[in-house]
């Protein structure tokens, strides 16, 4: 496994811009796909696709199409009405975009060169309390009580290990293009903030895998870059290779998700580690189609959501912008809706934009 950038020869400018402004678009439309059926309790995968096939949109190619049965519509989120075919006019706002734009704005504001107290600094000036979730909310708590890292990772925080640190890598994917290992070592002073254990190692294989993204030869050479960066005992670890193992041993996607979700049971639909190998399967079958890889990942359940938005993150980057079926973009209309302070009604091509100057500017 790779723990170096994956090649030597630099991405044209032009290439660059397209790749990332394709991961900016990949994760908004992967997670407006998954957040209708955002309750991995709720929202199982036979679930999922049951409402699917009543709609008759087997094979999934677009956005959730309205639901068929009215007792599906009762428990999707509320939101679902401006997520849904037909009724999207622009992003709807989520926490697994605000964090993509507020890591754009503490790396254009205090630089590579962060510190983990300025992350909690910026969370306090930019981000609405109650628009943080578990593990964010906990920390968010305990720096406006006067703790300040690692203490606000531990303090009367049971989520350490969930989803919420592996949300906000992106961007540091996005601005280390071919470099995972830089791009980890950001993602993991930015983790520490809320998160300890696989928590980190979540932030950490996402920012490398999508920094791999721009210039590993496959979707499994960019895995094989994330897990280069994190404990090879880890259970993360453990279970994204194990994910890679059923899928090259054959076993079909629902077989794979089948075992796995047996192997990890008991953790929870947002922990980190049953989330990462929905991830995985999604990827990896996904065989770098963008429509695949998003509609089989927010099929996998659990936190749906929050994977759509990162499957769709390395699908995009994968596949740049241009390149993104239109069924996906047209109805984003180039328009974010965000909780950030200063950021609502946002060009997703200004962040994409945004984003590139940093990359370019290298470290």
């Not at 980190?272 to 359940?301: C, E, K, Q, S």
Request: charge should be neutral; include cysteine.
């Amino acid at each position: 496994m790779t723990t170096q950038p994956t090649t030597a020869a630099p991405l044209t400018r032009p290439d660059l811009a397209d790749r990332i402004h394709g991961g900016w678009l990949g994760r908004i439309a992967g997670n407006m796909l998954g957040k209708p059926v955002e309750q991995g309790e709720v929202w199982t995968r036979d679930r999922i696709d049951r409402y699917l096939r009543r709609a008759g949109a087997l094979p999934l190619t677009g956005y959730l199409p309205e639901p068929a049965d009215p007792a599906d519509r009762a428990v999707l989120r509320p939101e679902w009405r401006s997520c849904v075919r037909g009724r999207i006019h622009g992003s709807c706002r989520d926490d697994d975009v605000d964090y993509a734009i507020l890591g754009l704005d503490l790396l254009e504001t205090h630089g590579f060169g962060f510190s983990t107290e300025q992350v909690g600094d910026l969370w306090l000036l930019r981000l609405p309390y109650l628009q943080t979730f578990t593990a964010e909310r906990a920390a968010y708590r305990n720096l406006v009580d006067g703790l300040g890292p690692p203490l606000t990772a531990t303090h009367h925080n049971p989520y350490q290990e969930w989803i919420g640190a592996l949300i906000r890598a992106d961007i540091h994917g996005w601005t280390c293009p071919g470099d995972p290992v830089r791009a980890a070592g950001l993602a993991r002073r930015d983790a520490v903030l809320s998160h300890t254990g696989n928590g980190v190692y979540g932030a950490m294989f996402a920012a490398a895998l999508i920094a791999a993204a721009f210039t590993a030869p496959t979707v499994r050479d960019a895995l094989d870059s994330g897990l280069g960066v994190i404990p090879a005992g880890s259970r993360l670890a453990r279970t994204v290779r194990r994910v890679a193992a059923l899928h090259e041993s054959g076993l079909s996607w629902a077989g794979t998700l089948a075992t796995v979700s047996e192997e990890t049971a008991g953790l929870g639909w947002i922990h980190t580690v049953p989330n990462a190998a929905v991830l995985t399967a999604g990827l990896l079958y996904g065989d770098d189609d963008f429509t695949r890889t998003i509609t089989l990942t927010v099929r996998g359940g659990l936190d749906t959501d929050s994977n759509g938005a990162t499957a769709g993150s390395v699908a995009g980057v994968r596949t740049g912008a241009a390149a993104v079926p239109v069924q996906w973009t047209e109805p984003l209309q180039d328009t974010v809706r965000s909780a950030v302070s200063g950021f609502d009604g946002v060009r997703i091509s200004a962040l994409a934009q945004r984003t590139l100057r940093l990359a370019a500017a290298g470290p």
